[in-house]
């Protein structure tokens, strides 16, 4: 029993070090991008605040995936527990591979949902209700992005620049004799309170990243029959994911911060509050959510409905555009000048019209391909193993 602990702890690593490379990308992809933040500091910052979001709401997750997917009597056992770890990190792998975020709450539910399918011990109930909340989330998080690019975002745009200067945000100053920080040499009011702004979205962000991704590391541990307890699973999964953002998750960032999009920082940050609070407010029913559909269907959202100003909501829903042209590129330019942001219904600057697209096609598709690859793999492997090796339960 003690060996096979062994085995379960070292799957939970493996499985928390994926999820590190996973998440740690969508949590600090744009400010890295942006170059606010360097790696190194994001992966600190994403490894205390995904403790914080495990240790605490994750623990709704915790109990679903844990007692809520399936019924066996006496709970999963081990060696069950272990195989579904193993699962969960090759489907997250395979994406992590291709420098993509994965949804990984989609893949431990597909695995626990293949041993359930396996032994007919599933809660189809459950399953329907997370299943659901899979499809309404993508639609809440786009109609939100949209609602923010159409009204919110043009005006915030026009009043507000995030720029960084050349050079350190703050020096020790030595003058005095005493040691005391302060403004670097180009720091501005404006840089501090906007790289603040920022620092304090991206750790929202990766408390909500701990709150759905560190039960999927420690769950099946802590289902198990002889498995770890749950504050030591927590800290267990808390440290993988850790090691993952300071190694792998430096690829899945750059291809947050620069392949999806090429959206400016404060986009972004709307994206990330949104797409943050959708995931933690299921986090906090218990339902396990992927916050990188959240993530990828906020930003669409923003650029449809900053992209859709020059015509009515009427003329949207009913595609009549009036001869008015709905470039889905809108939203990647910046307004620095004083003028008012066009009006609802009316064309948009030429400046505007004219920016690069939203977001690449390309990697659009391959993120889609990686979301379905990862829960399909999971869920196909489990249910095969269990049915070959039945007595693992």
Known sequence: METLLAIGVVASIFVGFNIGGSSTGIAWGPPVGAGVVTKTTAAALMTVFVFLGGWTVGRNVMGTLSEGIITLEGGIPLAGGVAILFFIGLGILVANVFGVPVPTSMTTVGAIAGLGLATDTLNYPMIAEIISWWFVTPIIGFWIGGVIGRYVYPEVNRRVEIKKTDGPLFVIDRASGVPKPSFGPNTTWSEVVSTTIVFVIG?????????????????????????????????????????????????????????LSDIPLLAALFVMVTASTITTLLSW?????????????????????????????????????????????????????????????????????????????????????????????????????????????
């Open 285 to 393: 029913i218990g339902i396990p959510i992927s916050l990188v559909m959240s993530t990828v269907m906020t930003i669409v959202g923003i650029g449809w409905g900053r992209a859709t100003r020059p015509i009515t909501v009427r003329e949207a829903v009913t595609r009549d555009a009036n001869g008015h042209e709905i470039v889905t590129g809108a939203i990647t330019a910046e307004t620095t000048d004083s003028n008012e942001a066009a009006p609802i219904g009316e064309p948009e600057p030429s400046e505007v019209l004219n920016a690069e697209n939203l977001f690449n096609p390309r990697a659009i598709i391959k993120y889609i391909s990686m979301w379905i690859i990862g829960p399909t793999m999971s869920t196909g492997l489990a249910y095969g193993f269990f049915v070959l090796f039945p007595g693992v339960v």
């Open 203 to 259: 750790c929202y962000m990766a408390f909500s990243a701990g709150a759905s991704n560190v039960p999927n590391a420690a769950a099946p541990l802590v289902s198990a029959a002889g498995g770890l307890p749950e504050n030591t699973a927590i800290i267990l999964a808390t440290l993988a994911i850790g090691l993952g953002g300071f190694t792998i998750a430096r690829r899945t960032m750059e291809s947050v911060g620069s392949e």
